[in-house]
């Protein structure tokens, strides 16, 4: 963990259930305010740290996920970057699963990039972005409370953006999609409409993400590779009960459902 701050040192990441978790050296709770001599950085490195133990560990990555997508976020938290999260989980469209079973389950619609060619470096231009996409798919994040993060942004860095799986839908050659920026999206809920926005209204342009991402992950000799998934940022977030369908529907991409028992 090169560059990372002196207090980062004082924790190590572990793992509970598969998913993420910070805990102190000695195996005790983290203190409410752990981690507030931490910045982004230190996030980061811990977060890579916490991915390099679970692949070592026999897991198998599938991808990654792009934070802090939009300028209304950048500007919440102050920094101009676009954090990582790493992804290990994806489930297929139409799953059904225990609402119970994730604590503090969340969805959010995103769009879902399959890589095609190799992505790296610190200076991608976006626009050569979607020659090296292979496909665009309708998608979700399913999210899962692990932490009290408040505004500590170390933290919810370090625990993977509370990334738990993503599912996606069959999707198609991004070619095929005349404007990505003005695709509509529409969230319903048991048939009912949540919400429905253009693209462009709520977060960047997907290829500026994966490039800006690219140029982040750079920083930890990490790349893009083919066959990764990549999501590129929330349209909005709900919480899930027993019960739910929700369905997500992508104009010029296709639709996404998952169901709650």
Known sequence: MNGCSPALMSYFPGQFNSSPVLIFCCGTALEEDAFKHLDFEDGLAIQAEIRRRRIDRGGIQIGWKVGLTSDRARQQVGIDDRPFGHLMQILPNKVSLEAEAVNGATIEPEMCFT??????????????????????????????????????????????????SIVAGTGVPVNEVDSIDDCEIILRRNNEELFRCSHKDEVDNPFVSIARLAATLHKFDLELEPGQKVITGAYTRHPVNSGDLWIAEYSQIGSVETSYT
């Open 115 to 164: 890589i095609g060619e190799t992505i790296s470096g610190p200076d991608v231009d976006p626009a050569s972005v979607p020659g090296r996409l292979e496909k665009v798919a309708a998608g979700y994040e399913l999210n899962e409370r692990r932490a009290v993060v408040g505004g500590n942004l170390a933290m919810l860095v370090a625990d993977n953006l509370t990334n738990w």
